[in-house]
């Protein structure tokens, strides 16, 4: 708002005739601005006590809501004379029922730990392969952590290469879509069969691994005359087998009459080998031919150029490697793979041909907790120190059932040992209701009975009952007697010779209406009023409530009691809930309809008075403005005559 202006500061006469009008115009053009504020005072009380009325009437509203949502529940309470035994939860619209309680046992998960403690989570295995089988019931999953195969090798000369190549197909999923295909050489055949063998003849054949760890040369025993292909290759490997450096890395078979050679993963990146023989005994192996193009490395490498091709599975981490002699997948984040071969016969397998596995995680505890809790079985791996050391860790892995009851929980390795106890594999709920045993997987039977849920919490006896709610029923009548009169209260506020703001509102009015209906319900049962439940009214209008009234007439005809008491939408709760919340709705109500109006009205009223306020700050400070040229100008002529009155003044004759 304005202020006044300040003390007109002039230098002429006149100065105090300019602040007289200066005050005089302001007091004038402010009158509306007063009177704006005095309506915007008025308004913002009445919302204020629409919004005291409108709270007085929702909470009667909600022992209306009380009230009625008991109704709808059949006016019962349950009730478990021991809840350290059972509980017991109304679902519904329960009949008045009672049942003994006998429990044996409360239903518990299975819990079962590793029996092996490691001293650190991340780096040691409890099985050095990776492999783990584990059951829940009926279910089980296996986890191969480190998922490799053995690999296998492939030469790149000779004359049986396969057509089309073979390939080694690895389809993901569980995490990761998309497959990659690796395609692979034959391994080494001799170009023409054996011939002219004599006997007493051998075959020498020398061999170097391509990374130089192995240089070796073997000869056969004398052969016999006209020893084919396969006599000729039973008699090198005789000589393998004894070659501590080439034993189980490489070998002769016979293909289509020729000598095949192939090479194992162990041997490394395969051999460059020679054959000589004495005689004229025409092996068919040519000199420094090679085997084993394919090791497991060289398999791996071939996948990893097809994983970068795929943006999905270079982005999660997909890699192959050589492990040991095989092939060996892992990734950064979990997956399913699937690998196939579409030529087994020919020695091309990845040794992870036909495995479906789970990758991505470390052979560790910590891998394969985060292995378990990824995968499909409702069990849930913790890590637990049981060390008393803190120098020395203990750490092992808590599988749990995520349900109780009794059932097979094991964690095996690749041989079937166990890894984990089996002392507690769970428990169900064990109980008898009214003699009868009943045994149950889970704690909580949601449907006991009508409208009823049983919770087991433990052993001991309990009964369990649903009845008619006479004590609650009377605590919310006392409720909505109380209620009653606070907004009888408020009303009368606003009545009479010294009646607040909403006097003579309309809102007033419709509230004593809704008073008197509530009072006045008449029911069509064997109850007609609420005085029958000791709802009564003074000669003061109050409303008093008679406990011991109502609990004369529940304890003959509780079902009239339930029947005229209704639910939210029927009877007498139904009825007065709706003429309440038609004032009282928070949102549709009556009362907040008057009270959004008061609001906008209010705005609007604040904007006037600021324009207004604007407006005559602006007078004013014109007003000063002419008034202070207008002080100037004045002062100058009153100077100007001081001057000549002065300088026309007689003067007065001196003697002689």
């Known amino acids: 708002m304005s202020l006044p202006p300040t003390s007109f500061v002039g230098v002429s006469t006149f100065s105090d005739s300019f602040q007289t009008v200066l005050e005089r115009t302001f007091n004038a053009a402010s009158l509306p601005v007063t009177n704006l504020q005095t309506e915007q005072t008025i308004l913002q009380s009445r919302q204020v006590e629409l919004g005291n009325l409108e709270g007085d ?13 008991s109704g709808a529940q059949g006016t019962v309470k349950v009730t478990s004379s021991n809840t350290s035994v059972a509980s017991v939860t109304r679902v519904g619209t329960p009949e008045p029922v009672d049942f003994d309680i006998e429990v044996t046992s409360a239903a518990d998960k299975a819990r079962e730990t590793t029996a092996v403690g490691l001293t650190d989570v991340d780096a040691t295995a409890l099985s050095s392969d990776g492999v783990y089988s584990l059951t829940l019931g009926s279910s089980s999953e296996t986890y191969n952590l480190l998922t490799v195969g053995s690999g296998r090798t492939a030469g790149t000369n000779g004359s049986a290469t396969p057509s089309p190549k073979v390939s080694v197909d690895v389809a993901f999923s569980g995490g990761l879509s998309g497959s990659i295909s690796a395609e692979l050489d034959s391994f080494f055949v001799a170009s023409s069969a054996p011939s002219t063998v004599g006997a007493g003849d051998q075959v020498t054949v020398s061999f170097a691994s391509v990374d130089g760890g192995t240089n070796e040369t073997i000869t056969t025993d004398g052969l016999n005359a006209l020893d084919d292909a396969d006599a000729i290759a039973t008699a090198l490997n005789d000589k393998i087998a004894l070659n501590a450096n080439l034993n189980g890395k490489v070998s002769f078979s016979a293909v289509g009459g020729k000598l095949e050679l192939t090479v194992s993963d162990s041997a490394g990146t395969g051999f460059n080998f020679t054959s000589s023989s004495t005689g004229t005994t025409v092996t068919g192996l040519e000199s420094g031919g090679t085997a084993g193009g394919h090791s497991a490395a060289e398999i791996a490498a071939a996948l990893n150029a097809s994983v970068q091709a795929s943006s999905t599975l270079k982005a999660a981490g997909v890699r192959f490697s050589a492990y040991g002699g095989e092939v060996r997948v892992e990734g950064d984040t979990a997956f399913d793979i699937t690998v196939t071969d579409n030529d087994q016969g020919t020695g091309f ?43 020395v860790g203990d750490y092992r892995i808590l599988l749990s059932s995520n349900k109780t009851g009794s059932t097979t929980l094991t964690l095996k390795d690749s041989s079937n040992g166990d890894l984990i106890t089996t002392s507690n594999q769970g428990v169900d709920a064990v109980f008898t209701v009214n003699g009868v ?62 009646a607040g703001v909403l006097s003579g509102d309309v809102l007033v009015r419709e509230a004593q209406a809704t008073l008197r209906a509530i009072a006045g319900y008449t029911g069509s049962g064997s109850i007609h009023s609420i005085a029958e439940l000791g709802l009564e009214l003074n000669e003061d209008g109050l409303m008093t409530f008679n406990a011991i009234k109502f609990a004369s007439t529940a304890a003959s005809d509780f079902n009239g009691v339930k029947d005229f008491l209704g639910t939210t939408t029927t009877g007498f709760i139904g009825a007065s809930r709706s003429r309440v919340a038609d004032l009282s709705d928070p949102v549709n109500g009556a009362i907040q309809t008057a009270i959004d109006f008061i609001q906008e009205s209010d705005a609007s009223l604040s904007k006037q008075i600021t324009a207004l306020q604007e407006r005559i700050d602006q007078r004013i400070a014109a007003l000063e403005a002419q008034f202070a040229a207008a002080d100037t100008l004045l002062a100058g002529l009153e100077s100007q005559k001081d001057l000549l009155t002065q300088l026309f003044k007689p003067q007065s004759s001196s003697s002689n």
């Open 437 to 498: 045993q009943i045994t149950n997987s889970g704690n909580t039977i949601s449907d006991f009975a009508p409208g009823l849920s049983l919770t087991i919490v433990g052993a001991g006896s309990t009964r369990v009952a649903a009845s008619n709610d006479q004590s609650g029923t009377s605590s919310n009548l006392s409720d909505l007697a109380a209620a009653y009169n606070t907004v009888l209260a408020r009303i009368g506020q606003h009545i009479g010779k010294d």
């Open 349 to 391: 397998a990845s040794g992870l041909a036909g495995v479906h596995s789970v990758a991505g995680f470390d052979n560790t505890l910590a891998g394969l907790r985060d292995a378990i809790n990824a995968g499909n079985l409702d069990v849930t791996a913790t890590l637990v120190n049981f060390s008393d050391n803190p120098a």
């Open 57 to 69: 009437l929702n909470k009667l509203r909600d022992v209306f809501n009380t009230l009625g949502v």
